[in-house]
């Protein structure tokens, strides 16, 4: 069974960064696509970035130039590196692995001064 364990959410300041990870287990990592979505209070859940096996990642515009997704396939492990963060930003972010439709469990970024 494939499982997806998220870490690296919390309070940031505007204009600071944050690093999440998503651990996956259970599945063949490096051949596979992986994304990031977010869940804003009362808004319907967004796509943020996707990084495909090989390729390039492809990303919201709303948060181009400012987050950079990654991926290392020797630890199974997607990344998404926020900076310049903004109050706007402040969500749930998931992580999403297409093969099969795995969910992380979410987690928490809020960004206030």
């Known amino acids: 069974q494939v499982q997806l364990t998220e870490s690296g959410g919390g309070l940031v300041q505007p204009g600071g960064s944050l690093r999440l990870s998503c651990a996956v287990s259970?599945?063949?990592?490096?051949?596979?696509?992986m994304r990031w979505y977010r869940q804003a209070p009362g808004k319907e859940r967004e796509l943020v970035a996707e990084i495909p096996p090989a390729g390039s990642a492809k990303y919201a515009d709303s948060v181009k130039g400012r987050f950079t997704i990654s991926r290392d396939n020797g630890k199974n492990t997607g990344y998404l590196q926020m900076n310049s963060l903004k109050a706007e930003d402040t969500a749930v972010y998931y992580c999403y692995y297409p093969k099969g439709a795995y969910w992380g469990q979410g987690t928490q970024v809020t960004v206030s001064s």
């Open positions: 259970g599945s063949i990592f490096s051949l596979n696509s």
